[in-house]
């Protein structure tokens, strides 16, 4: 038996009993200990009350790929980065198709939309000029080129210690536990490990990944077949009930009493057909079933993720917090570095929406003049 299904099994037999969580739905005071309205969740909580919340009690954050917003490639883009590097730096390519690996096979599957436009943005195409083998060309990328590509990609904000509100607005709460299912590192240096634990759930690409001195080295071997170094990093491809490192990131939050749950930018990885990350979705539906604090969804679009807690967990306490998580994180930290100001969160959170749009990592970096 796997470890990770052992962990399944023993998780209802240790299983702490059930406790009520209780919030005020009054906006302007915020009291956990309060008898008002024990028990319910208010139809729409306001983002003075996540603030509120989030700074008093301790919580359990799960971050996805959302929670990255602004800062690494989401979506599409980053399926499509590595295959659209292959194809604008090609000088030559293998005879042969190779075995490919899945997480290569995605991408392949992933880039069957890539038009020339794609490869060469802003160059014109006449019409009647030779059709490029794009599909041809990327059924001959090396895996061992895919992986490492990634890898650079993630890790080149913590190569250059960027600073970011995304992970950065985490000093402000309350110490907490964070299940980290990113890759970049980010949560680990900017979220401070002396004030909250942090798990990385699928394994975390190093700082030196992303060096120029490797960017240098993968246009060098770009096009060449080398064996794939195992690093323990579950990267574009589905969990597996044998990880041993998986099961005990699971293990530690099952034996973690939250007040509250927030997921962030984070859907289990959903698939047309499921969720890769289906061990974590077993996990969390057999320990948090019944769970009576609230548990927040934050995403640009919650309604699939809360519906499908509300129906495996029993629970009427998943609230949707629709927005976009660099946004609203950088409200949250000016609203706490200038509590003089009058404006709303929501005020602020609308205002740089509109300034900046909806792909912006704050603070802004600094231009020298």
Known sequence: MSGTHALLESTEKSRPRRRTHTVSTDDTTFDPNSSKARGEVPAAVSFEWLLRQWRSETGL??????????????????????????LRSLTSFSAEIPNHSLLTLRMIENSSGITISDIYPGREIRAGSWEYPIREILQRIPNFYDRIWLKHLLSKPNFAALQNDNYGVFNFFRPSLIANYNHEGLATRLCGQRRHRILEMHGSVGREFGSPDLESFIN???????????????????????????????????????????????????????????????????????????????????????????????????????????VLAHAFAITVRRPSARRSINYAYQHLLDAYGSNTAFPLPRVDR
């Open 220 to 326: 060098q071997v770009r096009e060449y077949h080398l064996p794939e170094v195992l690093d323990g990093i579950v990267m574009g491809v589905p969990e597996s009930c044998a990880d041993q490192a998986l099961a005990l990131n699971l293990l530690t939050i099952g034996r973690f009493n939250p007040r509250f749950i927030a997921i962030i930018g984070y859907s289990f990885a959903k698939t047309a057909n499921g969720y890769d990350d289906d061990v974590s979705v077993a996990y969390f539906e057999q320990r948090y079933r019944e769970f009576q604090g609230n548990i927040y969804v934050i995403d640009p679009q919650p309604e699939h993720l809360r519906e499908m807690l509300s129906e495996r967990l029993m629970s009427k306490n998943i609230v949707e917090v629709r927005a976009r998580w660099n």
């Open 61 to 86: 954050y799960l971050l996805g790929a959302g929670a990255s917003s602004g800062i690494a490639p989401l979506g599409r883009a980053f399926w499509t980065t590595a295959p659209l590097d292959f």
